[in-house]
Every structure is written in structure tokens, then in C-alpha cells.
């Protein structure tokens, strides 16, 4: 009886002492969940550019790939080129235009050929030889990422440079006005410029439009010529220069002509057919080849039937740079050409 009683003792002190532990565990637990530890402060928030790739750089991720279509094909250019290597003189701007320079350029090894203002930008260029020749080993050392050749000069080539670097074929050489502008277009978007390109663009549209008000209902006829020393040879309709006059407003006297119709670029003319057509205003492209006196003048002009010509009598008979006026084709060359056209030709103000 008495052993019974302190049995039933004994199990009252063992469920008590459960239900004192088991209280302290859930009191436990309890002042866990009220008191969480701190949750540690956010990451810094990424730039949007580094959001959109998943890393942590600020720097604006690599473009993607783009295919270029220009005259020989199609191209494919990994993120946004650097070193860049042109194979015509036209092509300098166009980078330029963009905020970018050449690494490497064809300059026939006569750096004057490039005009001066382009020249001191893109200063420590590297020569890659002669523009209708350019030397395949230089261009592979520079290891490029971007060609720009063109396609009349290059076509020969063009699969060998395609080996050194993804090569864009674009008409410079014998191109147009219009395909100058196409042109530039194309080597914006190649290099992942084509916004910055486009602003380029739509400011040359709108001067060349205000020049065209101006010059609304002006028909002169105008030729270009260039060397005159043995015989003297007329930039056809289809040249640079020339359909860049034509669009201001000029009648180019080579405009559907028949007789020199079929010429790409130069016609070979004699002083009997140039007086035949006899334009209203000559324009002289001179450069260093040229004979000249010391006043300035060639020797065709003490011809007497140069004598003969209407713009020789009206002084309508001006003298550009050739380096400007022919080999810088491109937007900012024909910005040069609109310049001098406004303040000179048409005198303009």
C-alpha cells in the first residue's frame, strides 16, 4: 500500500518534469519566430545595361552579331569593330563621322592625297599600301576586325580579305552621289553607329535642301574637268561630283547626252568639243599633277578657242581642289562641295 503510494509520487514528478520541458522547448521556438534574424541589406542595384546581361559591369554589353549586306554578298560582324583598316579615301569620313578612326588605310603612300582636316584626325594611321594594290601581309598584321573595301578596286581580292577579317564591299571609286549617302548608311550600321550615322545624314539632307531653295531657278549648265595638260578629261553625269551639282539644281551638260553616254567616270574631251557644248560655268579641279604658271594658270588657257568659251568671257570659270571635289567622296565631302558651291559659284550669301 504504501509502496503504491510512492509509485503514483514518483510518475506525478516524471509527467511534470515532461511537461516542463516541453513547455520550454515550444517557449523556445516561440521567441524564434517572433525575433528573425536581420535579412542581410540588398546587392546595389545594377545599371540597366548590366541587368540585361546578367553580370555585374556597368559597361554596356557587346553588340550582337549583325549580317551586312553590301555589293559582294553578305557579312557577318561580331559585336562593335575597333580596329578597322580602309581600302579607299572616302571611307576615312564615314568612320570619323561615327567618332571612330582607321587603323589602317590605302593612301597610294602619298598621306596628301588625304585633306587636312581628316588627315590631323586620324593621325598615326598605319599605310597599307596603294588604294587599286593595297598589301595584303600589312593589313594582316594590324589583325583587324573590319575591312572596307571597294568593290570596283577590290573584287579580285575580296575573298582573300574575307580570310584576314570580315570585309563589307561598298562602291567609293566610281560611286555616285546617291551611293556615296547609301554608302555611309551601311558602315553606320556595320560598326553599330547608325544612330549617330543617321543624324550625320538627316544634317547634310537639310543643307543640301536650303542650298536647292536658294538656288530655285537657276539653270546654268556646268561641267567638271580635271587634268587638262595633254588632253582634258570631263567627270561624266554618273560621278560623284557631278550628280551632287545636278541635284542642287545645275544643268550638267552630260546628262543624257548620247555621244557620252556609255563613259563611267572620266570623258576624254578636246577644247572643238568642249566649245561645242560651251556651259555657263567651268569648275577646274586642280591638284598637284596639273602645270600651272606662277599666276595660277595652265597652259590650255592661252588656247585662243578657250578663249572662245562662255564661262572664259562671263568669268564664270572657278578652280576647286581637286582632293576635295573628286577623292573626298563622301557626306562630308559633299558638305565641302555645298560650302563652296553657296559661297563661290553662286555667290550665294
Not at 17 to 39: E, H, K, M, R
Not at 64 to 79: A, M, S, V
Not at 274 to 280: A, I, K, N, V
Amino acid at each position: 500500500m504504501r509502496y503504491g503510494k510512492q509509485l503514483g509520487i514518483a510518475i506525478t514528478y516524471v509527467m511534470m518534469a515532461v511537461l516542463i520541458l516541453a513547455c520550454g522547448s515550444t517557449g523556445s521556438n516561440q521567441a524564434s519566430g517572433s525575433n528573425p534574424a536581420p535579412t542581410p541589406p540588398p546587392a546595389s542595384t545594377p545599371t540597366s545595361d548590366s541587368a540585361a546581361s546578367g553580370t555585374k559591369e556597368t559597361t554596356a554589353a557587346p553588340q550582337g552579331n549583325r549580317i551586312i549586306k553590301h555589293d559582294l554578298g553578305e557579312t557577318t560582324i561580331q559585336g562593335t569593330p575597333q580596329r578597322i583598316v580602309v581600302l579607299e579615301l572616302g571611307f576615312i569620313d564615314a568612320l570619323l563621322d561615327v567618332g571612330l578612326k582607321p587603323l589602317g588605310v590605302a593612301d597610294d603612300n602619298k598621306p596628301n592625297l588625304i585633306v587636312e582636316d581628316a588627315l590631323k584626325k586620324i593621325e598615326g594611321y598605319t599605310a597599307v599600301g596603294m588604294r587599286a594594290q593595297p598589301s595584303l601581309e600589312k593589313i594582316k598584321v594590324l589583325n583587324p576586325d573590319l575591312i572596307i573595301a571597294d568593290t570596283d578596286r577590290h573584287k579580285n581580292v575580296y575573298a582573300e580579305l574575307s580570310k584576314i577579317a570580315p570585309t563589307l564591299s561598298l562602291k567609293n571609286l566610281n560611286a555616285n552621289y546617291q551611293e556615296t549617302l547609301d554608302a555611309a548608311a551601311t558602315i553606320g550600321i556595320a560598326v553599330g553607329k547608325k544612330s549617330e550615322m543617321d543624324k550625320v545624314l538627316e544634317t547634310h539632307k537639310a543643307k543640301l535642301k536650303a542650298l536647292q531653295s536658294k538656288a530655285a531657278g537657276i539653270k546654268k549648265s556646268v561641267l567638271l574637268i580635271g587634268n587638262t595638260d595633254t588632253e582634258m578629261t570631263v567627270r561624266h553625269a554618273e560621278f560623284f561630283s557631278s550628280q551632287l551639282l545636278s541635284t542642287i539644281g545645275f544643268n550638267y551638260l552630260l546628262n543624257n547626252n548620247s555621244k557620252f553616254g556609255t563613259v563611267d567616270r572620266n570623258v576624254k574631251m578636246t577644247i572643238e568639243q568642249l566649245l561645242e557644248l560651251d556651259p555657263d560655268i567651268v569648275i577646274l579641279m586642280s591638284g598637284d599633277i596639273d602645270k600651272k604658271d606662277k599666276d595660277g594658270n595652265r597652259p590650255v588657257h592661252k588656247d585662243p578657242l578657250w578663249q572662245e568659251l562662255k564661262a572664259v568671257k562671263t568669268k564664270q570659270m572657278f578652280d576647286v581642289d581637286r582632293y576635295a571635289w573628286s577623292l573626298r567622296r563622301s557626306v562630308q565631302g559633299a558638305n565641302v562641295m555645298l560650302d563652296q558651291t553657296e559661297k563661290e559659284i553662286l555667290k550665294l550669301k
